[in-house]
């Protein structure tokens, strides 16, 4: 049984090998598989790999994950972006968490595109979906918040149907951040 399913969508495969390798760090205990998905060839680094599969889509990042997530085999799901960089343990350490968790309990992992990491004065409005200049339009809610990776269990991504740009189930969720 595959406990976890990793999906990396992206267009950056030069920088897939080094998320592999630390994905691989960040799960130790718990079996697992990558699902890496995007326009572009894999890397020849991958081909002896018996952990991943690679579907080639031509579309934005949420069709993208829409789609390989219909080939997670895991009893949890999560997705990286390709250039983030993963904790040693960290995965390990969700999955404790999560494991006990009833089916409605999404984890979100918190990201910073920053090279010195996050600001202290930013922390409390770290999740807002303000970052993007489309997000400060006049009718965007300003209570909106940011989830760009979660960890869920597989069955109930997909019962909801996964996501899309009208995600908006919040009363649904138990989050846990």
């Known amino acids: 049984m595959v406990d976890l399913t990793i999906i990396v969508v992206g267009i950056r495969v030069k920088k897939w090998e080094s998320l592999y390798k630390e994905a691989k760090n960040a799960i130790k205990r718990y079996e697992h598989e990558f699902l890496f998905v995007g326009p572009n060839p894999l890397p020849s680094f991958f081909d002896d790999k018996e952990d991943v599969v690679y579907l080639r889509i031509f579309s934005n990042p949420s069709i993208c994950l829409q789609m390989v997530s219909q080939l997670a085999r895991g009893k949890f799901m999560t997705w990286i972006i390709d250039d983030a960089s993963i904790k040693e343990n960290s995965l390990d350490s969700a999955l404790d968490v999560m494991k006990n968790q009833d089916k409605t309990t999404i984890m979100f992992s918190r990201y910073v595109e920053r090279e010195n990491g996050i600001e202290k004065e930013d922390l409390e409005n770290f999740m807002n979906a303000n970052f993007h200049q489309d997000l400060r339009l006049p009718l965007v809610d300003k209570s909106f918040k940011i989830a760009p990776v979660m960890l869920l269990q597989t069955d109930f991504f ?20």
């Open 158 to 177: 997909k019962e909801m149907g996964g996501i899309s740009c009208s995600y908006e189930h919040i009363n649904r969720f138990n989050f846990r951040f």
